[in-house]
């Protein structure tokens, strides 16, 4: 993915610098709360943030927005142990974000000054990255006690005013004033716009003067972040300001559009493509002609150059500065065997063209990023790139990064996000990825057993389709033996923890994007028997348990990796010489969160619990978690059923 900024948890450390000695002077001393208050107010918390303030100047000089940006941070120490419990402290810098000057110190209660000596710079690597240019330093609060007081100061200039950086309200701990300030000159036109939780929290003061205009955005006694594992990425839900130049106004009084709409955005991103793949590559031609060699098809073409990109270049992400943005050409990429996103769309982009088949560089965000280039028309909108392509009117969309994707469905991380297509230097079309319908990633899981002295014992087998086959490939392709060793007791855990896989094996069918896994098992202590007579229960699984939603404490959606559709059927063979006794009712609901379907058989001597589960959501979002906790309470009283098997 191409990382046009500095990942959330950066933005979050990365925004705490000086406004000015004065300024700073100004917050510094006007500490509101005694210490004991502090502690009384927040008893669990080991410190807080009393200032995090971000600060922007933006000028014109010579037709050319100049930004100079500012920032302060202060954390006080609560607690006797708080050094125990401080982690690093970080701020980050790159080609685009230089950093002019920057201190920090510990001021103790007693008002001596204790600076910051060490500072640890390194390469700040996120996931996937082989490299790029943002840089990390970290640095300790000497010092610390009760009452004393963490300050960064950090002052530095944005050298691509197109990529401001929004502004997160929140922090981990507690925030009693978190504040973006913005002067801006009166030849700039500057828009904004609240995004997240609690906006309306939010002051927002503008001030115009006579040649140049203030904003001031504050939100006072800002509670700290909380994290949900199955949530969204902090920037769907955190309280932010979105902030942007939208045109200028030159010295003869002329409106020159920066980033005022799609038209000014798409301008902005083909600037990075008009030098890329300039002329044909002879080798690259020569894979090409090899690869569509008598095949009339378009579809079986693209098919063809699709799967021999991702089986021949390795996705590799590397990021240095303009390199972030700008396509490799093909040529260069098929030579190394190697890319990051924009290079594999650039060689799809190629070798499709070569082969005769319409298609276009896109550009788009990934789920982690929650906004849309119809509402932001910026360019913190796309942290990705891949190939679209046109066959007779219906457009696919290629991810060369995912080495398990399918043709006809792309990664399950970039569905129902907008992309924006590069037609030609003055032609793009803005379409939307579909969601893959839930009955295209299933899951059919078989288990086979019968009783034995010990417990039970049987067989397993899983059908895995659609993102389900792809996501245990991708899994598969970077794990070592031991590894999948491991990965396959998951995959068959049920019951108990004293289920044991005796073996299994994997049978991989790529071309129909299925996976079909088998296993023996035993399964020890499951079944009870009272005076003779046997009480099982068939769910295995549990699926629901422990998931119903806080709805007093919880306003974050769930998130899913995609829809699903999955049915699990047990079956128990009767042993000679029982009799079945008793057996539940079956049940079934749905409503807009979430269906089930519970139904037991009986069929000869084998008793059958078939269990459907239908998921049609990519979100749950808090107007359904009522439906989804209404689905739950009928589903989790049939997790205690259980039949019985009496001797004729």
Known sequence: ??????????????????????FFLMVFTSKSQSLDSLIKRYPDEKSIYLNKVQSYTISLKDGVPLV????????????????????????????????????????????????????????????????????????????????????LLVSGTELEPHLLSPFYFEENEPVLNSELRINVSKSIHLNYSLFGLDTDKIEVKIENKRSET??????????????????????????????????????????????SNLNDLYHYQYDYLKKVNPE??????????????????????????????QENIKYVAFENGMEGFIPRNAGLVCQRRFGDCKDMSSIL????????????????????????????PLP???????????????????????????????????????????????????????????????LVDTTWMELNPEGLKGRVKKILTGYYATRFLDRELYQNKKDT??????????????????????????????????????????????????????DLFKLYEHEQIDLEKRRVPVEYNFTTSRRYVTILKIPKGYKLDYIPANKQFSNSALSFS??????????????????????????????????LDKIIPLYKETLSLSKI
């Open 349 to 376: 982009t190629e070798m499709m063209k070569m082969a005769g088949i319409q298609a276009y560089f896109t550009w788009l965000g990934t789920r982690s990023l929650p906004y849309t280039f119809s509402r932001y």
């Open 280 to 309: 044909p590559d002879p080798r690259l031609k020569h894979i090409v002609d090899s690869l569509i060699f008598k095949v009339s098809s378009q579809e079986i073409k693209a098919r063809k150059i699709y799967k021999w990109v």
């Open 598 to 631: 519970w139904k037991y058989t009986l069929k000869n001597d084998e008793i059958i619990l078939t269990q459907e589960y239908q998921q049609g959501n990519l979100f749950i979002y808090p107007e359904l978690f009522k439906s989804w906790n209404q689905v």
């Open 485 to 538: 060793v491991e990965n396959m007791k998951n995959e068959f855990q049920r019951g108990s923890n004293r289920f044991i896989s005796e073996k299994y094996k994997i049978q991989n069918l790529r071309d129909s994007n299925k996976v079909v896994l088998e296993s023996e098992f035993a399964l020890a202590g499951y079944s009870k028997n009272v005076g003779g007579d046997y009480f099982i229960n068939l």
């Open 214 to 259: 203030d904003y001031t955005f504050r939100f006072k006694n800002c509670p700290p972040s909380k994290y949900f594992p199955d949530a969204p990425s902090f920037s769907w839900y955190a309280p932010h300001v979105i902030f942007y130049i939208s045109s200028l106004t030159d010295k003869d009084g002329k409106n020159i559009p920066y980033l």
């Open 68 to 151: 100079d940006r500012n920032e302060l941070e202060q954390v006080e120490f609560l607690s006797q142990n708080a050094a125990a419990y401080s982690s690093a402290y970080s701020f980050y810098f790159s080609d685009f974000h230089k950093i002019k000057s920057f201190e920090a110190f510990t001021l103790l209660p007693d008002h001596k000054k204790v600076k910051v000596n060490e500072f640890k710079t390194k390469a700040d690597l996120g996931s996937f990255v082989f490299y790029d240019d943002v840089k990390e330093s970290t640095f300790h609060y000497p010092s610390i006690e009760p009452g004393a007081i963490g300050n």
């Open 1 to 22: 993915m191409m990382n046009y900024y500095p990942s959330i948890m950066r933005i979050r450390r990365f925004s705490q610098i000086l406004v000015g000695v004065c």
């Open 380 to 442: 913190m909108v796309s942290d990705h790139m891949i190939c679209t392509i046109n066959l007779g009117g219906k457009y696919i969309f290629l991810d060369g990064t995912d080495p398990s994707a399918v043709f006809d469905d792309p990664p399950y991380g970039i569905q129902d996000k907008e992309v924006m297509l590069a037609i030609n230097e003055k032609e793009y079309k803005i379409l939307r990825i579909p969601v893959v319908d839930k009955h295209k990633n299933t």
